[in-house]
């Protein structure tokens, strides 16, 4: 029996030093990969993909370096990120607070990556999976749902990083139903059928930022579903105006300025009823804040630059606060704070 417990012991170290064998090997293939990619692009952040797609590459928070593992938190940073979510949902427990992480279209259409990447694993521990295991109450990272929704149609724009109205619907759909869920009386989310549908088009932002050596091989699948200068042909999903109660409303002039410059939006309707709302936001929620707005009695819509800020949640007293940021924009934040200052 000794013999046998001894053996057992032998194979679990064995399988686990070819796991990480296995990971090490990954890891290996992954840099050398995105070493090569990166050189061809000379800095340039349109990552072309077969098909007409366009990925994000040499962005200011190197993500595809995090996607596949190569840049982690250090265990010490993943305390931090944990203290900052901790102490944040305990500074507003009076409050509905939940963070929803908008994954990265490379994560969600990672099948598509060129040169090799598609078959390059996202790594499990990164900053949104993390997060997400740190405070499931509050903290939703949409790539599993956004991974179910994938049959139904696109989610993101093929050349730019933002969800496309698809997407951005269902982000906001799963916003309203966490809400509920935990007890928030916001009614349930607008459907398909409440929304208006139209053909759009659209070219991208990291479409303009292709490097010239690889325009002439992108433009040979890309060209197939061209009209002018869109790069593709999508439909739109925005609410009728006939249905809209939520108005824009003007922002008064002493009123705090969104993060970079970034307009803040004020939006309210004549049901008293409902929650007051205050939104940190990032472009993820952009097409997000005219099905949202319609929950609530006043919303307001801030660039947040990544805080949380105590001074408008004194100001505007809200009874819900959502905080919607790009998955990309994580690496950061065992730096950040629960609250950007005390509350009054």
Request: net charge negative; hydrophobic share 45%; proline share 6%.
């Amino acid at each position: 029996m000794r013999f046998q417990l001894g053996r057992k012991r032998e194979l679990v170290t064995a399988a686990r030093d070819e796991s990480v064998i296995a990971e090490d090997a990954t890891e290996n293939t992954s840099a050398v990969i995105l070493e090569r990619l990166k050189a061809i692009q000379n800095g340039a952040k349109g990552l072309a993909a077969p098909g007409g797609w366009v990925f994000l590459i040499n962005d200011t928070n190197d993500f595809l370096s995090w996607q596949l593992g190569l840049k982690r938190w250090s265990e010490a940073e993943h305390e931090a990120v944990r203290s900052v979510l901790a102490e944040r949902a305990q500074l507003l427990a009076g409050r509905h607070y939940q963070m929803f992480i908008c994954p990265e279209k490379s994560v969600v259409y990672r099948e598509l990556l060129p040169a090799g990447l598609d078959a390059c694993p996202p790594h499990g521990d990164r900053p949104a999976e993390a997060m997400a295991r740190m405070r499931p109450e509050t903290v939703h990272y949409l790539l599993p749902r956004f991974e179910a929704l994938k049959p139904l149609g696109l989610l993101f724009f093929r050349g730019d990083t933002h969800v496309n109205w698809m997407g951005a619907y269902h982000a906001y759909r799963e916003a309203i139903l966490a809400l509920a869920a935990r007890g928030a009386p916001v009614g349930p989310p607008l459907t398909f059928h409440d929304l208006q549908h139209y053909v759009a088009g659209m070219e991208g932002d990291v479409l303009i930022q292709l490097p010239d050596v690889v325009k002439a091989e992108f433009e040979i699948d890309a060209s197939l579903a061209r009209v002018g200068n869109m790069l593709e042909l999508v439909i739109s999903h925005t609410l009728p105006e006939a249905k809209k109660r939520a108005k824009r409303v003007e922002t008064p002039e002493d009123y705090i300025p969104g993060g970079g410059g970034r307009e803040t939006i004020i939006m309210e309707q004549p049901d008293q009823s409902l929650p007051k709302a205050l939104i940190f936001r990032d472009s993820t929620a952009t097409l997000s804040i005219e099905f949202l707005a319609e929950h609530f009695s006043r919303a307001v819509f801030v660039w947040h630059d990544g805080d949380v800020i105590g001074e408008l949640i004194d100001r505007e007293q809200p009874d819900v606060i959502l905080h919607f940021v790009a998955e990309r924009f994580l690496a950061t934040y065992p730096r950040a704070t629960p609250i950007n200052r005390a509350l009054g």
